[in-house]
């Protein structure tokens, strides 16, 4: 495939832009380097690159992305927004009708609040359970992302029920030993935690079904014991549903499960593709943010018409029928053609998906953990990866990434993704010969 303009365009963007890209995700360093795919348009499940390419579009933008580009109710309603004006600094009776509909979908928000990202909503969301229990430390579990707030860059610590170490430059040892960090679906781990540091734990942050090390679910109960452990010490639980809120169904992960956080951070797909975060939880909890309370939190854009509005348009189609039948079935087209194929082939890999969102890991042990995730071979996962995207298939370029589909997608995208991956793992076999 031609890339000759994203070549040039990247070389210039290297001139201005730190790295090339905003963010470091986008470049392609997880993937052995080179030059990050320069798109120009989106429609439905196809993106389009500057060199006039089109590729079957998995990485849904990191997750926003659900209805698929240029949805045309959504593109409808934002272009109407931004007629009437994009930003007044007032309130909008369009943030009353978000409010009520994320409420309506998610009955855990009590109160909520429109941020701008899901970096600022968890980060909020910490500061307001500091402030709620008077406590300073935050467990969370290895290999979650939740943004790039200082407090979650945090790595674990050096051995079992150990603060925690800076997981970026610029993050003091001082912030890391308010974080501790224990590996997901187990409970012991998290309990010895909280019998050592219990009366100092603020919250417990967990995405109630990861996204950030590929998808994966929690145990049977796992849930259900992460609230009874905080909750008999006094802290409070924190969902990190940024990438979960509306991905497996209307509404959130803690509804699949049934089980009621004390406080959840949201973003992604409730902006239909726009800039937005959003954060709620139990009204006790909640009042503690000013204006009410003590918590501050502020933001300029926070809640303007253009983000809410294309978050109503979006939940609007998610609302529909059918919508995540169908996600489930073409995630499951998709997982039984790759399983297909795995099996044809002598390339360990195993699939973890829920509904519309699949990981395909390149190892032969079920992944429950970060641990597992990252056992999957990095360099068969970049020569797949390029291998699928000279193929016009677009996937994040990570190993620990999920595939995430559309409602735009079909069954014959999916078909022509499972020949491409069967072309991929064959080419990967003939080179091992
Ligand atoms: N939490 C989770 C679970 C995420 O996946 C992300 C983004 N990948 C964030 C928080 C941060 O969201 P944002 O990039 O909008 O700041």
Not at 118 to 134: D, K, N, Q
Request: glycine share 12%.
């Amino acid at each position: 495939m031609d890339r000759k303009h994203s070549q040039h365009l990247y070389n210039e963007a290297c001139e201005h832009i730190v790295g090339g890209v905003n963010s470091p995700s986008r470049s392609f360093k997880g993937v052995g380097g080179g030059v990050p795919v320069f798109m120009e348009k989106g429609n439905g499940a196809y993106l389009y690159d500057v060199d006039g390419s089109t590729y079957i579009d998995y990485l849904g933008a990191y997750g926003p992305i659900i209805t698929g580009h240029a949805h045309p109710h959504i593109t409808q309603v934002v272009t109407r927004a931004a007629e009437n004006g994009v930003l007044y600094g007032t309130p909008t009776v369009l943030e009353n009708r978000f409010a009520k509909m994320l409420k309506e979908a998610i009955p855990s928000l009590e109160k909520v609040r429109f941020v701008n990202s899901g970096t600022e909503a968890v980060m909020t969301t910490i500061r307001v359970a500091r402030a709620y229990t008077g406590r300073t430390k935050i467990v969370k579990f290895s290999g979650s992302y939740h943004g790039h707030s200082d407090l979650v860059l945090v790595a674990a610590g050096s051995g079992p029920a150990t603060l925690g170490s800076p997981d970026s430059a610029g993050v003091t040892e001082n912030t890391a030993e308010e974080v501790i960090t224990v590996p997901f679906n187990d409970t012991q781990a998290l309990q010895d935690v909280l019998d050592k540091w219990g009366d100092d734990i603020a919250a417990v942050l967990v995405e109630p079904i990861v996204g950030n090390f590929g998808i994966v679910e929690p145990a049977e109960g796992f849930l259900e014991q992460v609230n009874e452990a905080a909750h008999d010490t006094g802290a409070l639980v924190i969902y990190d549903e940024v990438i979960t809120a509306f991905r497996f169904t209307y509404g959130g992960a803690q509804d699949i499960y049934g089980v009621k956080p004390d406080m959840t951070a949201m973003g992604k797909i409730i902006g239909g593709g726009l800039p937005i975060g959003a954060y709620g939880g139990r009204v006790d909890i909640m009042e503690n943010v000013a204006p009410l309370g003590p918590a501050y939190q502020a933001g300029t854009m926070s809640g303007n018409p253009v983000s809410i509005s294309a978050g109503i348009a979006c939940l609007e189609v998610l609302g529909q029928d059918g919508v995540y039948e169908h996600l489930d079935h073409l995630g499951k087209r998709l997982e039984d053609g790759l399983s297909h194929i795995i099996k044809e082939h002598s390339i360990p890999a195993v699939i973890n998906r829920r509904c519309g969102a699949l990981t395909l890991f390149f190892t032969d042990r079920k992944v429950t953990d970060y641990d597992g995730a990252d056992e999957s071979d990095g360099e068969l996962f970049k020569t797949f990866f390029h291998l699928m995207l000279d193929q016009g298939i677009n996937l994040a370029p990570s190993k620990y990434e999920a595939w995430f589909l559309t409602t735009a997608h079909t069954e014959a995208d999916i078909d022509q993704t499972i020949e491409a991956a069967r072309h991929a793992f064959s080419q990967i076999e003939k080179n091992r010969q």
